[in-house]
């Protein structure tokens, strides 16, 4: 049983569509991760939390500590979006990783 | 420009064949790690360094060594190449409060 699980696994969306992909971990933990991980293979941080809200341009990413739930918002989605995006749980000195989300955003 | 520099990005082996993965961050950090990504499978943390001369495993360490040459270099070596080993290979290394600098990878095909 992987420690972080993430939802949906496959995201298709129409550009402009809220898009929304859940993160659910079962460790304790001091940190929550957000990365975006391109077609190209590159990956790029894009949040790190440890409770309430973070905001960056048209990416919100929320943690809610007591439900061990984590969420990455993306607002008027643009082609541009479409990546692979993953959570990762801090927990101790490791970081324990989701197996992604696959967002597509058709024009 | 400040980052995480990881070389070479492609390697084809043989079974059996020895190769190291080098990475070099510029940031000043003490911690630096090295993942594999496997298909359906998320980053999986081989070793670590929390600081200069330290290095410790992490979730898959076998068949790999590490060496932290120093605060800016960590690199990754694979004594005997197997078929297993065929993965997707990241460093990385913390930027504060804002997670990690991922290097650019190394896609690693041993046949």
């Known amino acids: 049983k992987n420690e972080v699980e993430q939802s949906p696994q496959n995201l298709t969306a129409q550009e402009g569509e809220f898009i929304t992909i859940n993160c659910s971990y079962s460790v304790g933990i001091s940190a929550l991760h957000w990365l975006q991980q391109h077609p190209g293979g590159g990956i790029v941080s894009l949040f790190m939390l440890s409770s309430g809200k973070k905001k960056h341009g048209r990416l919100i990413a929320t943690i809610n500590i007591q439900e061990k739930h984590s969420s990455l918002h993306i607002t008027a989605s643009h082609p541009r979006d479409s990546a692979v995006y993953i959570c990762?749980?801090?927990?101790?000195?490791?970081?324990?990783f989701g197996t992604g989300t696959s967002l597509t955003v058709i024009p | 420009n400040a980052g995480v520099t990881q070389t070479p990005k492609f390697q084809v082996l043989k079974t059996g064949q020895s190769m190291t993965l080098q990475c070099a961050q510029d940031?000043?950090?003490?911690?630096m790690y090295w993942y594999r990504q496997d298909p359906g499978m998320g980053l999986r943390l081989i070793y670590y360094?929390?600081?200069?001369?330290?290095?410790d495993k992490g979730e898959v360490p076998n068949g790999y060594n590490v060496s932290r040459l120093n605060k800016r270099e960590f690199s990754l070596r694979l004594e005997s190449a197997a078929p297993s080993q065929t993965s997707v290979y990241f460093c990385?290394?913390?930027?504060?409060?804002?997670?990690?600098?991922f290097g650019s990878g190394t896609r690693l095909t041993v046949v």
């Open positions: 940031m000043n950090h003490n911690s």
């Open positions: 990385a290394s913390p930027q504060g409060g804002d997670g990690y600098t």
């Open positions: 990762a749980a801090l927990h101790g000195n490791q970081f324990y």
């Open positions: 360094s929390a600081s200069e001369g330290t290095t």
